[in-house]
């Protein structure tokens, strides 16, 4: 298995509503990170946990929170979004923080 | 101040031909660099990486050339094939770990 799996492929949610995405990797990688992507522009990171621990917040504002529950799952829990927080939602992981990522298909968000 | 730059916001090759994708970078602590395939609304696919300590890496039909001094690492796909039309993204890490992504570069290939 050589997947990183995202769930739900699409998300259209209220600006009100609370929601969350969900990644899973079964490759035993121990680092797994979220980043944003909007049309025609370079994944951004957000957020990068190593060995279920957050490592890396890229100044993201509060209404995103992220969870690793165990080495295999990571969520996204979203809160009070804005429209401008309509992007595509990645997540990728690797086997520690300086090797190559592997990505997930993304979650398509849209903030009505 | 972009870190990583891909100058070339697209490409258009003949099919069978060889295709370049350029990239240059500022940062001289960069010690990893890796090319990612994103088709639109997927995400990105990882290619090839190539370490410092190296000059080229070759994986089938994709081969990545460094050049330290220029600060430069191109990609080279040889067959081009009509699936390899896609965005062709260059990202670059150093050891605190933060890839860096340049600007992508959409590759067209032509039959």
């Known amino acids: 298995d050589t997947e990183v799996t995202q769930t739900p492929k699409h998300l259209v949610m209220g600006m009100t509503n609370k929601k969350s995405l969900k990644c899973e990797q079964h490759?035993?990688?121990?680092?797994m990170y979220w980043y944003k992507q909007k049309a025609k522009k370079p994944p951004e990171l957000m957020f990068v946990?190593?060995?279920?621990?957050?490592?890396i917040n890229e100044s993201v504002p509060s209404r995103f929170s992220p969870e690793c529950p165990n080495s295999s799952l990571l969520n996204l829990h979203l809160h009070a979004l804005q429209p401008e927080d309509s992007a595509l939602y990645l997540c990728?992981?690797?086997?520690?923080?300086?090797?190559?990522?592997?990505f997930g298909q993304g979650t398509r968000l849209t903030v009505v | 101040d972009q870190q990583v730059k891909q100058n070339s916001p697209s490409l258009s090759v003949q099919e069978g031909r060889i295709s370049i994708l350029n990239c240059d970078y500022t940062?001289?602590?960069?010690?990893?660099f890796l090319w990612y395939k994103k088709y639109p609304a997927e995400g990105p696919t990882f290619l090839i990486s190539?370490?410092?300590i190296k000059d080229k890496n070759e994986d089938g039909r994709f081969t990545v050339f460094l050049n330290k001094s220029a600060k430069h690492l191109s990609l080279h796909i040889v067959p081009s094939q009509p699936g390899d039309s896609a965005v062709y993204f260059c990202?670059?890490?150093?050891?605190?770990?933060?890839?860096?992504w340049g600007a992508g570069t959409k590759l067209i290939i032509k039959p």
């Open positions: 990728a992981s690797s086997r520690q923080t300086n090797t190559e990522a592997f």
């Open positions: 490759m035993g990688h121990r680092a």
């Open positions: 946990y190593s060995y279920e621990k957050l490592s």
């Open positions: 940062n001289s602590m960069f010690d990893y």
């Open positions: 190539i370490s410092s």
């Open positions: 990202a670059a890490s150093d050891s605190n770990y933060q890839l860096i």
